[in-house]
């Protein structure tokens, strides 16, 4: 497991865009597993929508992105001169809303690993329910 602080160290996300509260799981290189509390007090709420707050899909795959920035970064010993950056997003696809009061749980896998690219498959479950799903491409560069 991972805390909050633990992640602040391998991501360089902070307020209001860092999207992972905590780590459940991690088989490195290959599987992880994370946490995001979703609270009306964020900041997107305001707009989206006031009368019916949802969280926009956008968010919920940069969290899922994240969550994979973890697992991609956590691995690399001279990580805090890297960066991961999104190549490509396929094949997302949105279930159910996101509300507030809502745990997301993000299961993300490699799908294929080269030298600086990474290809991961990502879910999103919210009470064992898929809410969204995406492919996404990354790469890790240098700062």
């Given at each position: 497991?991972?805390?909050?602080?633990?992640?602040?160290?391998?991501?360089?996300?902070?307020?209001?865009?860092l999207?992972?509260?905590?780590?459940?799981?991690?088989?490195?290189?290959?599987?992880?597993?994370?946490?995001?509390?979703v609270?009306?007090?964020?900041?997107?709420?305001?707009?989206h929508?006031?009368?019916?707050?949802?969280?926009p899909?956008?968010?919920?795959?940069?969290?899922m992105?994240?969550?994979?920035?973890?697992?991609?970064?956590?691995?690399?010993?001279?990580?805090?001169?890297?960066?991961?950056?999104?190549?490509?997003?396929?094949?997302a696809?949105?279930?159910?809303?996101?509300?507030?009061?809502?745990?997301?749980?993000?299961?993300?896998e490699?799908?294929?690993?080269?030298?600086?690219?990474?290809?991961?498959?990502?879910?999103?479950?919210?009470?064992?329910?898929?809410?969204?799903?995406?492919?996404?491409?990354?790469?890790?560069?240098?700062?």
């Amino acid at each position: 497991m991972m805390d909050i602080m633990e992640i602040r160290e391998i991501l360089p996300h902070r307020y209001p865009f860092l999207l992972v509260d905590r780590i459940l799981e991690i088989d490195p290189g290959k599987r992880i597993v994370g946490l995001k509390n979703v609270t009306i007090n964020e900041e997107f709420f305001q707009g989206h929508f006031p009368s019916q707050p949802v969280m926009p899909g956008v968010l919920i795959i940069e969290a899922m992105a994240q969550v994979g920035g973890v697992l991609m970064l956590g691995a690399i010993e001279n990580r805090a001169e890297k960066l991961a950056y999104f190549m490509g997003i396929d094949d997302a696809r949105f279930r159910k809303p996101v509300v507030p009061g809502d745990q997301l749980t993000f299961e993300v896998e490699v799908l294929k690993e080269k030298r600086t690219t990474c290809k991961l498959q990502g879910k999103a479950f919210v009470d064992g329910k898929l809410v969204a799903e995406a492919v996404i491409m990354s790469a890790i560069v240098d700062r």
